[in-house]
Nanobody
Framework: QVQLVDSGGGLVQAGGSLRLSCVAS????????VGWFRQAPGKEREFVAA???????SYADFVKGRFTISRDNAKNTGYLQMDSLKPEDTAVYYC???????????????????WGQGTQVTVSS
């Protein structure tokens, strides 16, 4: 059973940066796709970014050019570098993972088998 621990959230001013981490244990990290989702109060959980087992990346339109997703298989860790943060980026951010799938759709929360506990990101104006 894979367990995910996400961290790195905090309070930052608009225009600032944060790097979120997602450490996986209990499985073979290199065969996992890793996604990041976020949920703001009163809103549904939404896709942010994902990186597949092969290193292919995908992003939501609202973070393109500002966020970068990456992975370090040697450290069993996925990352989300968030730059040029805006107040509307305020949310709880969750990492998620799924073993290799033949028809993997990175933006669909239902694709993912494992979820972290979430880390709060607050961007002040």
């Amino acid at each position: 059973q894979v367990q995910l621990v996400d961290s790195g959230g905090g309070l930052v001013q608009a225009g600032g940066s944060l790097r979120l981490s997602c450490v996986a244990s209990g499985g073979t990290f290199s065969v996992l796709a890793v996604g990041w989702f976020r949920q703001a109060p009163g809103k549904e959980r939404e896709f942010v970014a994902a990186v597949s087992w092969g290193g292919s990346t995908s992003y939501a339109d609202f973070v393109k050019g500002r966020f970068t997703i990456s992975r370090d298989n040697a450290k069993n860790t996925g990352y989300l570098q968030m730059d040029s943060l805006k107040p509307e980026d305020t949310a709880v951010y969750y990492c998620a993972a799924v073993p290799r799938l033949s028809n993997y759709s990175p933006s669909r929360p239902g694709e993912y088998h494992y979820w972290g506990q979430g880390t709060q990101v607050t961007v002040s104006s």
